[in-house]
């Protein structure tokens, strides 16, 4: 687990495939009911109180794990209360954002603002280079893929 508070409006985070072991991704009531007890967990474990209304962005890759963006919509009406609308993105694209293209030499690389991205279904086992790479996600793989180019 990897969270990262970014301000009080957006909370990042990030579950490897460890918590979901035991479901289907693709479940989208499943995946919810974890996602709710997940947050619970990092609340927690990271002092984080929420309180008010969120929207939930779910990014799950069987490969990689689930990634959340937690964004506070409104709190005027949610004093003391949590809700969340949680929305799944099950088709998005990830990709790996390294310094190390090397280390993938049967992949097409893309360079964008001075970084090298790997799309992540061309990678066998990420879980050797997890400690090399920044995984990108959502709007920013539409901007590097609108800007990148393919060096190899």
Not at 10 to 18: D, M, P, S
Not at 21 to 36: A, C, H, R
Not at 55 to 67: D, E, S
Not at 103 to 109: E, G
Request: no cysteine; charged share 30%.
């Amino acid at each position: 687990m990897k969270v990262e508070k970014i301000n009080d409006e957006l909370i990042n985070a990030y579950f490897n495939t460890f918590y979901f072991k035991q479901i289907d991704l693709n479940n989208k009531l499943e995946l919810v009911e974890i996602i709710k007890d997940l947050i619970k967990k990092i609340e927690v474990r990271y002092s984080i109180y929420l309180s008010g209304f969120y929207k939930i962005k779910v990014y799950p890759n069987q490969k990689l794990g689930v990634f959340l963006n937690i964004i506070k919509i409104d709190d005027n009406e949610f004093s003391n209360t949590t809700d969340f609308r949680i929305v799944i993105y099950p088709n998005e694209k990830f990709f790996l954002e390294t310094e190390y293209y090397e280390l993938f030499p049967n992949s097409k690389i893309r360079y964008y603002d001075n970084k090298f991205y790997i799309d992540s279904d061309d990678i066998e086992n990420i879980d050797t280079i997890t400690d090399m790479i920044n995984v990108i996600y959502g709007n920013e793989v539409k901007e590097m893929l609108n800007n990148s180019i393919i060096i190899k």
